[in-house]
């Protein structure tokens, strides 16, 4: 039996996924990249922390649960939210103050991320759950297809389903969205606003049905 247009296209994009991902990801990670640098600390992240010219002091510390770290001779602090930046101005005025360092020069590197998963379901390649890379804090819906291989060729593209849970006045609410895909992948939008990404956060539920024709 013939395969029909929309099918044999379905297959030609899925293949497209595994011979050029370089080029797919790379329209789609422009703003990806910036978060990155914009990245907020969050409980159970690992820093290591130097200071320059005093190697006693460098450390490596864990964020806990209420969001502090602990240090080398200065109180916890708490990092929680903040840029590695905006950490190491905070230690650095702290070091100051409590008359430890004259001119404290202190660098922070995150070691190891706390985990962001989002889980796939439905008519992908690769199903289940998806690790954000490191320091990301969401992820364009079109990257994370085509991370994970794919759609299948009976998956219904145009109307992927989202469920998120966000907190509103205390309380947590379920967001329901239907994101076009495949017109997203054009480089339109589906409510034709002239957004080209659809952004992913950790916890997020994705389901891709499968089509009905």
């Not at 600390?41 to 690992?46: H, Q, Y």
């Not at 001779?73 to 708490?78: K, M």
Request: proline share 3%; glycine share 6%; hydrophobic share 40%.
């Amino acid at each position: 039996m013939l395969l029909t247009n929309k099918v044999i296209i379905k297959h030609a994009l899925t293949l497209l996924f595994f011979i050029f991902p370089i080029s797919l990801l790379a329209n789609y990670t422009d703003d990806l990249s910036l978060d990155q640098e914009i990245y907020r600390l969050s409980v159970k992240d690992r820093l290591e922390i130097s200071i320059f010219g005093e190697p006693d002091l460098a450390a490596v510390s864990e964020i806990d649960r209420k969001g502090l770290a602990r240090f080398k001779l200065i109180d916890d602090i708490y990092l929680k939210g903040l840029t590695t930046r905006e950490a190491e101005e905070l230690l650095e005025n702290e070091y100051f103050k409590q008359r430890y360092l004259k001119k404290p020069q202190i660098s922070i590197n995150v070691i190891k991320y706390v985990k962001r998963e989002v889980m796939i379901l439905g008519q992908v390649v690769n199903s289940g759950p998806f690790e954000f890379p490191d320091g990301s804090k969401k992820i364009g819906i079109v990257e994370l297809i085509s991370r994970i291989g794919g759609f299948t060729g009976i998956a219904q593209e145009n109307k992927v389903k989202v469920t998120r849970y966000v907190e509103e006045s205390g309380k947590s609410m379920q967001r329901k969205f239907t994101v076009n895909v495949e017109q997203l992948m054009s480089g339109y939008s589906s409510d034709g606003n002239g957004q080209k990404r659809f952004w992913i956060y950790p916890n997020d539920i994705v389901f891709v049905p499968e089509s009905l024709f």
